[in-house]
């Protein structure tokens, strides 16, 4: 499939089921949290503290969608069968939608306020550049996401999040100018 083939029995194409699928916060943290070791439901309620019918619902659909592989069934502490399931990367090579990006940002701030302030490196830069700095710079910076993102795990490394965003910076834009500096 392309992408713009119809989801089965929805009328929605490919790519638009799977721009639903990813269009919440809670969904990309149970991705983030299933990235390097399979977790079940119950595991990822505990984590997320939140009610397992609720994460069910999102698991099921990430699942659905192919963003979560289940893995081989487990016993749980009291002898109940367990699904774990792991993030299969697919997010990664989702093609994102416009409106995705205020997603990510509202994840990014969910996940960093749970981090000591003094353990976050941030930095902010202004800019200004044509349409070919600006292509170069999104040709690099994307180049070195794909080479980390390419990497495998360092077995017992640290985890780390990275959140990126490129805007344009509208408080800088001269008055009347429009946006992309064009009239």
């Not at 306020?113 to 070919?132: I, N, Y």
């Not at 794909?146 to 999040?161: H, I, K, L, Q």
């Amino acid at each position: 499939m392309t992408g713009n083939e119809a989801a089965p029995d929805t009328g929605v194409s490919e790519a638009d089921a799977d721009a639903l699928a990813l269009a919440s916060t809670l969904r990309l943290r149970i991705l983030r949290l299933c990235l390097d070791e399979p977790m079940t439901n119950r595991e990822l309620a505990e984590r997320l503290d939140r009610n397992p019918a609720t994460v069910l619902h999102h698991v099921r659909t990430l699942a659905d969608r192919g963003f979560l592989a289940a893995q081989p069934v487990r016993r749980g502490t009291r002898g109940s069968r367990e699904v774990p399931y792991l993030a299969t990367r697919k997010s990664w090579r989702t093609p994102g939608v416009p409106s995705s990006s205020r997603i990510l940002i509202d994840t990014f701030l969910e996940e960093v306020a749970l981090v000591d302030p003094s353990e976050v490196v941030a930095t902010r830069l202004g800019l200004r550049l044509d349409d070919d700095g600006h292509r170069e710079l999104a040709e690099r910076l994307h180049a070195v996401f794909e080479d980390f993102e390419s990497r495998p795990p360092t077995p017992g490394g640290v985890p780390y999040s990275l959140f990126f965003a490129l805007h344009e910076d509208a408080t800088r834009r001269p008055p009347g100018e429009a946006v992309g500096g064009r009239q």
